[in-house]
């Protein structure tokens, strides 16, 4: 029996199974959607968890327009050494090893404690990244220093992509039913791309007061400014409490082989989507550059780059929030396999039409077909791909079950920022060279829409109880001792001593 099928019978049973466990006897599990909170008491965890993704992606986006300052200011030093391509991508790495780290401890200890630690760590590495220096003023030495504050600022990114997400995830139980999954994605992904334009506009502002002529400011100021959205969220996660389902359904053993037969399929699935995703959407900078270049010339001012960088990642907004309702109206899955596949085919499009797109004549053409492009990734996979990972797994070891699907597609957008510039220079000319990294992405998104639409279960409102109703059922039939999950008083079968 499938998974979809199998999760629909435990749908259409209801919660009985989770309150009545046939040797335990009934207990009274209190509903997550408590009518006696008033509305703000049930929305500020959701925002507490999720809101700090905004972090993330104005410190990952930042960095774009800090490489470009600094390749400005140290021409001959940094523009031509490794510093240039390490300062980038070493924040990969590190949140690679962030998520592996925090998405184990988000369930073996504490998701409060695991997002407080993650927050901490951003604060103080985006701090020192904005005053790096080098012993003596060393130029090399200063970039030695911001690689290193790179590494650890991408641990503590990592460490908010289980941590937070998770626990997002599981206070939208408590949030309107109907609602819930466009809550999810309005402080998670659409915070991402929210900060990701940010990102561009502040250091445009930036460049227009300080001048061209005292970068060494805007640069620092540019990442410096990074500090404050975590600093805003260590208040509010200070007075957050576990998640109620978290501490309806953590585990003190985990059964290891039990949990890898009843959910590898799925985390194969969501990991594969997650990658080619990621390979796609970090990888199309090419284009955005490309097409600035166009627009702008080779020497116009770096703030009228940034300005056209800015117009560039708007186009994520509208598809993000549309995106998040349409979650909502017509789930995730839907949403993910329909945005996917229109991405793919607008792609197709763009690949056949590039030698008349990408010229000065039909830039504004090319721009908004690219953008359509850009706004639909966002729209499925950007928006749903994260709450499907979220969403498919049991409460206590989703942390560890979102934070390989999340590695698994920070690898992607490695391996596809290594990948298209290869397929590029082996391209036989200039038009072929445009041509074929879009071919190869629609390809892959007409095939991510195939495994949404045949391997991913359907996710609604209430899926994330009915999870944990489903994988209890499965251990207690596997012979795993359920009665020792959960914490004491919160509706669950402890053993006591």
């Given at each position: 029996m499938s998974d979809s099928v199998e999760q629909d019978r435990v749908q259409e049973k209801g919660l009985q199974e989770k309150k009545n466990n046939i040797e335990a006897g009934p207990v009274d599990v209190p509903p997550l959607d408590d009518p006696t909170k008033s509305r703000w008491e049930r929305s500020w965890p959701t925002i507490a968890c999720g809101a700090g993704l905004f972090s993330d992606g104005y410190l990952n986006g930042v960095i774009g327009q800090v490489n470009t300052m600094l390749s400005y200011i140290y021409e001959d030093t940094y523009s031509k050494s490794p510093a240039s391509r390490n300062v980038s991508a070493i924040a990969f790495a590190g949140t690679v090893v962030g998520m592996l780290i925090f998405g184990y401890t988000s369930d073996v200890y504490s998701r409060k404690w695991s997002l407080m630690i993650s927050t901490i760590i951003l604060f103080i590495f985006a701090a020192l990244s904005?005053?790096?220096?080098?012993?003596?003023?060393?130029?090399?030495?200063?970039?030695?220093?911001?690689?290193?504050?790179?590494?650890?600022?991408?641990?503590?990114?990592?460490?908010?992509?289980?941590?937070?997400?998770?626990?997002?995830?599981?206070?939208?139980?408590?949030?309107?039913?109907?609602?819930?999954?466009?809550?999810?994605?309005?402080?998670?992904?659409?915070?991402?791309?929210?900060?990701?334009?940010?990102?561009?506009?502040?250091?445009?502002?930036?460049?227009?007061?300080?001048?061209?002529?005292?970068?060494?400011?805007?640069?620092?100021?540019?990442?410096?400014?990074?500090?404050?959205?975590?600093?805003?969220?260590?208040?509010l996660r200070l007075k957050l409490k576990e998640p109620e389902e978290f501490s309806r359904e953590r585990m003190r053993t985990f059964p290891v082989w039990l949990i890898v037969k009843f959910y590898w399929k799925r985390l194969a699935t969501v990991s594969l989507i997650w990658f080619i995703y990621d390979f796609s959407a970090y990888s199309f900078g090419i284009y955005s550059s490309a097409v600035i270049k166009i627009i702008t010339g080779d020497n116009a001012p770096l703030w009228k780059t940034f300005g056209w960088t800015t117009v560039t990642y708007l186009f994520y907004i509208p598809g993000s929030a549309l995106g998040a309702f349409s979650s909502d109206w017509i789930g995730p899955k839907n949403t993910l396999a329909l945005g996917v596949g229109l991405q793919g085919i607008i792609g197709f499009i763009m690949s056949g039409c590039y030698k008349y797109l990408a010229t000065s004549e039909n830039v504004a053409a090319f721009v908004v077909v690219y953008g359509i492009f850009l706004a639909l990734g966002e729209f499925g996979p950007g928006d749903n791909i994260g709450l499907c990972a979220a969403k498919t797994s049991a409460t206590a070891i989703r942390g560890q079950y979102y934070s390989y699907a999340a590695a698994f597609g920070k690898i992607g957008a490695f391996v596809g920022t290594y990948v298209f510039p290869i397929i590029q220079q082996n391209a036989p000319n200039k038009i072929r060279s445009g041509q074929d990294p879009f071919f190869v992405s629609s390809a892959l998104c007409i095939f991510s829409a195939a495994l949404a639409v045949f391997l991913l279960p359907q996710i609604n409102q209430d899926t994330v109880t009915y999870e944990d109703a489903r994988f209890r059922e499965y251990l207690t039939q596997n012979g795993y001792d359920t009665s020792t999950m959960g914490t004491a008083g919160h509706g669950t079968r402890i053993d006591e001593e």
């Open positions: 904005a005053g790096s220096y080098g012993l003596n003023g060393s130029q090399y030495g200063l970039f030695a220093a911001l690689t290193a504050y790179r590494f650890f600022i991408g641990i503590g990114i990592g460490g908010e992509y289980p941590a937070g997400s998770v626990a997002c995830a599981e206070n939208t139980g408590e949030l309107k039913h109907g609602h819930r999954n466009r809550w999810f994605i309005m402080f998670t992904n659409f915070q991402i791309d929210l900060a990701f334009v940010l990102s561009a506009l502040i250091p445009m502002i930036l460049c227009l007061i300080c001048t061209q002529d005292h970068l060494r400011v805007a640069w620092r100021l540019a990442l410096g400014l990074g500090v404050i959205p975590p600093l805003s969220l260590i208040y």
